[in-house]
């Protein structure tokens, strides 16, 4: 089982998955990291990993349909079984998730269905909700959307500011999407 990592930005939860990977934690090959932005930072952490990187942008195929079409291609050229989405910012197409049933998950920093979209951490701390949280999922063609596999409550305290709310909402995900992917992973294989 080969699972690769799409990510568009920082990496702090790649870095939290191939931590857990070279302690032999999980099962499956990571065959590679992708991202949509050729200077993310998650890029530099895989290489300082040494986990190959692959990069393009939409610009550079024309748009959204010869982008995804490309990625598609590559994921197949490198018979990747397994998606993990770690702050992938983009919607994947309808062609993309048909390749991969019931093989793409993501991580999103709030009790979906609460609060969905690019800022899911500032949305629930600027709502006033006294709890929000994380959550882990099966990808369909929503934003956000697709069947639950875990979720994890955090309380926003009286004092809380939405840095500190960050910190906890990142911590959370370090821990909880290595234990799912080593669930899932260990059932895939
Ligand atoms: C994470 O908080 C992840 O839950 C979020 O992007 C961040 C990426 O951080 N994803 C979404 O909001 C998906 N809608 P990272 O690059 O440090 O892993």
């Known amino acids: 089982m080969r699972f690769a990592i799409l990510a568009s930005g920082n990496g702090s939860n790649f870095e939290a998955i ?30 300082e990993h040494k986990v190959p990187t692959k990069t ?8 959204k349909a010869g982008y995804e079409k490309a990625l598609l291609q590559m994921l197949k050229d490198e018979q990747i079984d397994y998606l993990v989405l770690a702050g992938y910012m983009r919607i994947l197409g309808e062609e993309l998730i048909a390749a991969f049933p019931e093989g793409i ?7 979906l269905p609460s609060f969905p979209g690019l ?5 629930a701390f600027e709502y006033g909700v006294k709890i929000t949280g994380v959550t882990v999922h099966f990808v369909d063609k929503g934003v956000d959307t697709g069947p639950i596999i875990a979720q994890e409550a955090v309380t926003i305290d009286e004092n809380e500011t939405l840095d500190s709310l960050e910190i906890k909402i990142h911590q959370v995900e370090h821990k909880l999407y290595p234990a799912v992917l080593k669930r899932l992973f260990a059932e895939a294989e």
């Open 18 to 47: 191939v931590t857990a990977y070279e302690a032999g934690d999980l099962h499956g090959e990571l065959a590679l990291v992708f991202s949509d932005k050729p200077d993310a930072y998650v890029l530099h952490r895989a290489k």
């Open 56 to 63: 393009f942008t939409v610009k550079e195929h024309g748009g």
């Open 105 to 111: 998950v993501n991580i999103h920093p709030s009790l």
């Open 119 to 123: 800022h899911g951490i500032k949305d």
